[in-house]
């Protein structure tokens, strides 16, 4: 019986020594690589009742903000190889949130590692801030150039952690981040980058890049009507006036060159589908991926078939947003991601 419960205790002990080992790896590999970031000096500017943009220098990417969280596969996840890959995940229009947070959780259960962090509240607003006015308060160039400049940084953060599989980046997007993501696909280095994976994104805020580096998946769930002015304005085939679009300095050239608030407003900008088949035309590799019983953000939780209200007074806007799937469109969305990644191997 005493040398039962001596191994025992002798597991517990090696146990433990591991779990925090292996907390303190991913907080050493985190603190470390904190560097001097520059602050953001933009301007809040209302551009219609309840509606608003940005104008100015917006935050860079911060290593060592409060919501960046380098999370490690678990002690008892698969182990996929000695370094595990990485997924960035980008969050959408309401910041860091459920959807993100529920991947990153699943993603880590089975061999991979992620990071998150919350772009907004990097720039100085608070997660109730974040929440409220840039999910139904902000235009969608505002938002997207806030999130990309700080989720491209974060990518070129990653690339130098020593705890990671630089190799084997992988990058995903939800909403207003699978736009920011659709275009740093055509800003990443394929010895870096493996694929990005667009959810549920919009050509309208900074367009879609002419051209991709690395493999894409654009997914959409069949039910996915956020934002759309009827409950059949389904996101994957969605268009709206060029003047909903901004090009962006530090985004690849794109869309929004010849399809924006300065060029050509009165036109009709391309939809998700068009752009993946005319991209499919030039030999890139790029699919669109469809989930049954899946609507807006898949790993959100079970469908909500709710509305949202864009701005305030008489100018508000009422418009579709359905969100979240079913447990079998969550199953099958982490399994095609998985399977992805191990087929990199």
Not at 130 to 159: E, P, S
């Amino acid at each position: 019986m005493k040398n039962i419960l001596g191994s025992y205790t002798r597991f517990l002990g090696v146990l433990a020594v591991a779990v925090i080992l292996q907390i303190s790896l991913a907080k050493s590999a985190h603190a470390n690589q904190c560097v001097a970031y520059e602050k953001s000096s933009h301007q809040l500017v209302q551009i219609r009742p309840g509606y608003h943009t940005v104008r100015g220098t917006l935050a860079d990417f911060n290593p060592c903000h409060s919501t960046v969280k380098l999370s490690m596969p678990g002690l008892f996840s698969p182990k996929i190889a000695e370094k595990p890959p990485v997924f960035i995940i980008v969050h959408g229009g309401g910041g860091l949130g459920k959807a993100e947070t529920n991947l990153s959780a699943a993603l880590n259960s089975a061999g991979i590692a992620t990071l998150v962090f919350d772009a907004y509240q990097m720039n100085g607003y608070t997660r109730e801030e974040g929440f409220t006015l840039f999910l139904t308060g902000m235009t969608n160039d505002a938002r997207q150039r806030m999130t990309y400049k700080v989720a491209l940084g974060a990518y070129q953060w990653l690339i130098q952690n020593q705890s990671i599989d630089s190799s084997r980046i992988f990058i995903q997007g939800l909403s207003n981040g699978g736009s920011v993501v659709s275009n740093i696909a055509g800003a990443v280095d394929p010895k870096h980058v493996r694929a990005v994976f667009p959810e549920g994104a919009s050509p309208s805020g900074l367009g879609f890049p002419f051209n991709i580096n690395v493999p894409v998946r654009m997914i959409y769930g069949k039910l996915d009507n956020y934002g759309g002015d009827k409950e059949d304005d389904w996101m994957f085939s969605r268009v709206a006036p060029c003047s909903f679009n901004v090009a962006f300095d530090l985004a690849p050239e794109g869309t929004s060159k010849t399809c924006s608030r300065l060029q050509n407003p009165e036109g009709i900008m391309i939809s998700a589908e068009s752009w993946v088949k005319e991209l499919k035309g030039t030999g890139r590799d790029v699919e669109i991926w469809f989930y049954e019983d899946a609507a807006h953000g898949i790993m959100a939780g079970p469908i909500d078939r709710g509305v949202r209200t864009y701005g305030a007074g008489p100018t508000a806007k009422k418009t579709w947003g359905w969100t979240g799937s079913s447990g079998n469109a969550q199953k099958k969305f982490l399994n095609d991601l998985i399977k992805f990644v191990k087929s990199t191997y």
